[in-house]
């Protein structure tokens, strides 16, 4: 059994399964929901206007996702939250790519990059953008969710492992912008060449997966990505709770342990632990969900350069 498939988007999990896996009894068309907002976004990127035929597209996409990589955000449909748009940043991070023409959005762990295609849409430039996840089909299978090519819609994907450091270099954060020009975003196989360049990085579902160990080893890796200008910031959500630790947890017969920051200790790694103390504005917020049967806490974070 795949560990991953207990968690969000691909990466190099570390959960600890702790009892027999049973299969899902429930269809991978129960999950199916659209909000007005989410309709919209979804008719005007795919082209498709009936709500059936939207439906029955997604719906593909999905099964077809599914057997490939058995993870419960293709299961549960979280790929259609429109998550970066829910953030109280989010309208920041527009003028930010609107304001700086260099500016670079990156989408760590994006999926099928919806996120990304969502900030696009509302005025970021596209030939700014970076989406990665760990296989390339998870491009392949974004162009098909909207009905889009490489040559039709040219989103930059560099597939690979963020804890392999031909993928990613951990270095300090930058306190200047990098001497060096600009990458070609195009021609990327990796995202060292982004050390110090990335005005905007988003990681939602991702941080949830790892150890404790492992997840401030992600958040310095992220630290050093990003751009030195005030207003640059790293921001998504993921899985808390109200008190830090390693949780045991059950859902729909899978058992697992998850390792859970709170706001007060998700701040503190990042406020002086990845950052020089004062040099960022370390902001979580915890708010409760309930979706697919099962209640919890989800940690909606953004860390912003001073």
Not at 282 to 298: H, S
Request: hydrophobic share 40%; aromatic share 10%; charged share 20%.
């Amino acid at each position: 059994m795949d560990t991953q498939a207990l968690t969000g988007h691909a990466g190099s999990g570390d959960l600890k399964v702790s009892a027999v896996v049973k299969p899902y009894t429930v269809p991978l068309a129960a999950a199916y929901e659209l909000s007005p907002e989410q309709a919209t976004f979804f008719k005007a990127q795919t082209g498709i206007d009936d709500d059936d035929d939207l439906r029955s597209h997604i719906l593909k996409v999905q099964e077809k996702a599914y057997e490939i990589f058995p993870y419960t955000c293709i299961r549960s449909l979280t790929f259609l939250q429109l998550g970066i748009a829910n953030l109280p940043e989010y309208a920041h991070i527009i003028k930010l790519g609107q304001e700086r023409p260099d500016g670079i959005l990156v989408d760590i762990g994006c999926c099928f990059g919806v996120d990304a295609r969502k900030a696009v849409a509302d005025g970021f430039p596209l030939q700014n953008v970076v989406t990665t996840d760990l296989k390339e089909e998870f491009f392949d299978m974004g162009h098909a969710l909207f009905n889009t090519t490489p040559t039709t819609y040219p989103i930059n994907f560099v597939p690979g492992d963020v804890f392999n450091p031909n993928m990613l270099q951990v270095v300090p954060p930058f306190d200047k912008p990098p001497a060096t020009e600009k990458p070609q975003l195009s021609t990327l196989t990796s995202l060292s060449p982004l050390a110090g360049r990335c005005l905007v990085i988003y990681a939602a579902n991702f941080f949830h997966m790892f150890s404790e160990e492992n997840q401030l080893q992600l958040a310095k890796s992220l630290a050093g990505l990003l751009s030195p200008e005030p207003g640059s910031m790293i921001c998504g959500e993921h899985v808390g709770n109200w008190k830090k630790g390693l949780f045991h947890q059950e859902h729909q017969g899978r058992e697992f342990d998850m390792f859970m920051h709170c706001p007060e200790s998700w701040n503190a790694i990042w406020d002086g632990e990845v950052f020089a103390k004062g040099k960022v504005r370390a902001d979580a917020r915890l708010g409760q969900v309930e979706r697919n049967g099962l209640t919890y806490f989800r940690l909606q974070w953004s860390i912003v350069r001073l």
